[in-house]
C-alpha cells in the first residue's frame, strides 16, 4: 500500500506542479523516486512534524497542494494542535497521510501504534478521512484526495498488503464498496484488515451464510446510504476494524444505527480501548485481540446464532 501510494503521487504530481511532498525524515527506500523526479517540491522537514503541518499550511495558502507524510502516530498525534487550527480550521487544502495503519509496527509498542487517530481525528470538521483496505482502494484513494478540495487524512499500511479487490472501481469519497452482496448479516471492514475479513467471509460462506460484505476505505464522511440499506435488507451488522473500538469505524456505523432506532443486532469487532502491553508481530498482536479470519468468522458465528 505505501509504494502504491507513492507510485500514484509521482504520476498526479508528473501532470500538477502545485503537489509538494513533505516527509518528516521518514520513509527512505520508498520515497527517493518523488525527491529524484521533483528535487523542488520535496522537502525534508527533519523530526519537526508541527513546522511540517504549518509549513503545509502555509504551501495551501499560495495555492499548492501540499502533503505531509510520516508514521500516523508522528503525522496525526503529535502536530495535532496544527492539524486543528492551521488546516482543519482554516479548511485548506492539505492531505496528511499516514504510514502504519493498525498494528504495522508492533516492534515498538504503542508510541508507534496507530490504533487511536482515527477516533482522534474523526471529531475534527472540514477532515475527510480515508483509510483504504488494499494497493486498488490505496491507489484511487490518493487520485480521489488530491482532487478533493479540502483537507485529507489518508492512513494506509505498509506491510505488502495484497489486493482484495480484482479491479478497479468507481471510488467515490464518502460511499461504501459492495464486494459480495448477501441477506443474512452484512460484514463491514475498513483499512488494512480488509483481507482477514475477506478471508473470514469465505469462512462464513462455507459455512452456509450469505453474506453482504462491504469495504468501507471512508471513515468520515461515512457512508449512511449503505448502512441504512444494510440494516433494512439483512439480520445483523457486524464491523471489522484495526483500531480502538471506540470513537472509529464501529462507532460511526453505530451513530447511523441509532438514529434509526436500530432494533435488529450490530457488534463491534475490534481492539478493546487499552494500549497492548504485549509486544510482537503484527500478526501475532491480531490474534491476541481477535482479528484473524477463523477468529472473525467464530465472533459472527457466535453472536448471530444467538
Avoid: W
Avoid at 496525526?76 to 498494528?103: M, S
Avoid at 504503542?110 to 481525528?121: E, F, P, R
Amino acid at each position: 500500500m505505501r509504494s502504491t501510494f507513492i507510485k500514484t503521487l509521482i504520476e498526479l504530481a508528473g501532470n500538477d506542479e502545485r503537489i509538494f511532498f513533505l516527509t518528516g525524515d521518514l520513509g527512505y527506500g520508498v520515497v527517493e523516486s518523488f525527491r529524484d523526479q521533483f528535487p523542488k517540491r520535496f522537502i525534508n522537514m527533519g523530526v519537526a512534524e508541527q513546522n511540517m503541518v504549518g509549513t503545509a499550511a502555509g504551501l495551501a495558502m499560495s495555492g499548492k497542494i501540499p502533503i505531509t507524510y510520516s508514521i500516523v502516530t508522528f503525522v496525526a498525534l503529535r502536530p495535532l494542535e496544527f492539524i486543528r487550527n492551521d488546516v482543519c480550521y482554516q479548511n485548506l487544502n492539505v492531505k496528511i497521510v499516514g504510514v502504519g495503519a493498525g498494528f504495522s509496527y508492533p516492534q515498538y509498542a504503542a508510541t508507534h501504534q496507530a490504533i487511536d487517530d482515527v477516533a482522534i481525528l474523526r471529531i475534527l470538521p472540514n477532515l475527510v478521512i480515508l483509510n483504504p483496505g488494499d494497493p486498488i482502494e490505496t491507489r484511487l484513494a490518493t487520485i480521489a484526495a488530491l482532487k478533493h478540495v479540502g483537507p485529507v487524512y489518508i492512513r494506509i499500511g505498509k506491510k505488502g498488503e495484497p489486493n482484495v479487490h480484482k479491479k478497479d472501481f468507481p471510488f467515490v469519497i464518502g460511499k461504501a464498496v459492495t464486494i459480495k452482496n448477501g441477506k443474512d448479516f452484512t460484514v463491514i471492514a475498513t483499512g488494512n484488515i480488509l483481507e482477514n475479513t475477506a478471508k473470514a467471509v469465505a469462512l462464513l460462506e462455507k459455512s452456509g451464510f450469505s453474506v453482504r460484505f462491504l469495504s468501507m476505505p471512508t471513515i468520515k464522511p461515512i457512508d449512511q446510504e449503505a448502512i441504512k440499506g444494510a440494516a433494512k435488507e439483512t439480520k445483523a451488522i457486524f464491523t471489522v476494524e484495526e483500531t480502538f473500538d471506540i470513537g472509529g469505524l464501529g462507532t460511526a456505523t453505530a451513530e447511523v444505527l441509532a438514529e434509526l432506532s436500530f432494533k435488529k443486532f450490530f457488534k463491534k469487532i475490534a481492539i478493546p480501548n487499552h494500549y497492548p502491553k504485549e509486544i510482537g508481530s503484527q500478526n501475532y498482536l491480531r490474534g491476541i485481540y481477535g482479528l484473524q479470519p477463523d477468529q472473525i468468522a467464530a465472533t459472527i458465528k457466535q453472536y448471530f446464532k444467538k
